[in-house]
């Protein structure tokens, strides 16, 4: 029977599921809702309170999926040796949550100077007052364009951890589960025969 490594692939999932999910809503409904306020200030006043408060359940989102990975890793290793196409799979999607790090670390950065602006007010969290000076509009436009790149990293990586978990099963977990379905149906036609 296989090990069972509930506790690292629970830290795993979990992590990155809240690092997609509150990327995600960040970018949909603070970032949005922030756009409404009235005041032009009060709009990055908000948006930068909000992902400031998100920020300690992030580096823990992050942290969990970080050490139920490296858990993974060490509990699998002998199964990306042997099984084809374990190993490639692995590396791409730690190139992934690579890049989803990095997008997640570079929008920190870009924050921190949105919010060294903010008394200059905008039209939104990321869209810039044509007013506004220089610094901060390239980094609310990057901003623009980050907030949708971590889901998307983060999403292509939770799909990737399914990719794993069917690979896992292999054409033997298949045959097994399709060989029991077979032996459960022919128990029960034996049964109703006799």
Same mark, same amino acid.
């Given at each position: 029977?296989?090990?069972? %490594? &509930? +506790?690292?692939?629970?830290?795993?999932?979990?992590?990155? *599921?809240?690092?997609?999910?509150?990327?995600?809503?960040?970018?949909?409904?603070? %970032?949005?809702?922030?756009?409404?306020?009235?005041? $032009?200030?009060?709009?990055?006043? +908000?948006?930068?309170?909000?992902? *400031?408060?998100?920020?300690?359940?992030?580096? /823990? *989102?992050?942290?969990?999926? &970080?050490?139920?990975? @490296?858990?993974?890793?060490? &509990?699998?290793?002998?199964?990306?040796?042997?099984?084809?196409?374990?190993?490639?799979?692995?590396?791409?999607?730690?190139? @992934?949550?690579?890049? !989803?790090?990095?997008? &997640?670390?570079?929008?920190? #950065?870009?924050? /921190?100077? @949105?919010?060294?602006?903010?008394?200059?007010?905008?039209?939104?969290?990321?869209?810039?007052?044509?007013?506004?000076?220089?610094?901060?509009?390239? !980094?609310?436009?990057?901003?623009? /364009?980050?907030?949708?790149?971590? $889901?998307? +990293?983060?999403?292509?990586?939770?799909?990737?951890?399914?990719?794993?978990?069917?690979?896992?099963?292999? $054409?033997?977990?298949?045959?097994? #589960? *399709?060989?029991?379905? +077979?032996?459960?149906?022919?128990?029960?036609? @034996?049964?109703?025969?006799?």
């Amino acid at each position: 029977m296989a090990e069972r %490594n &509930t +506790l690292v692939r629970s830290l795993h999932d979990l992590g990155l *599921a809240a690092w997609f999910g509150g990327s995600l809503m960040g970018a949909t409904g603070l %970032n949005g809702a922030a756009s409404d306020a009235d005041d $032009p200030t009060e709009r990055l006043r +908000l948006s930068t309170s909000g992902w *400031a408060r998100w920020l300690p359940w992030q580096i /823990a *989102a992050i942290g969990a999926h &970080t050490i139920g990975g @490296v858990g993974l890793l060490i &509990t699998s290793r002998t199964r990306l040796k042997r099984q084809s196409g374990a190993l490639p799979l692995t590396i791409t999607k730690l190139a @992934v949550t690579g890049l !989803a790090a990095g997008s &997640t670390a570079w929008s920190g #950065y870009l924050g /921190a100077q @949105v919010k060294a602006h903010q008394d200059q007010g905008a039209e939104g969290p990321t869209e810039a007052d044509a007013t506004a000076d220089a610094e901060l509009q390239a !980094a609310q436009r990057r901003l623009r /364009a980050l907030q949708w790149i971590t $889901p998307a +990293l983060t999403g292509t990586a939770i799909a990737l951890a399914a990719a794993h978990g069917e690979q896992q099963r292999g $054409p033997a977990g298949l045959m097994e #589960y *399709a060989a029991q379905g +077979l032996r459960s149906r022919a128990h029960r036609t @034996v049964a109703k025969v006799g």
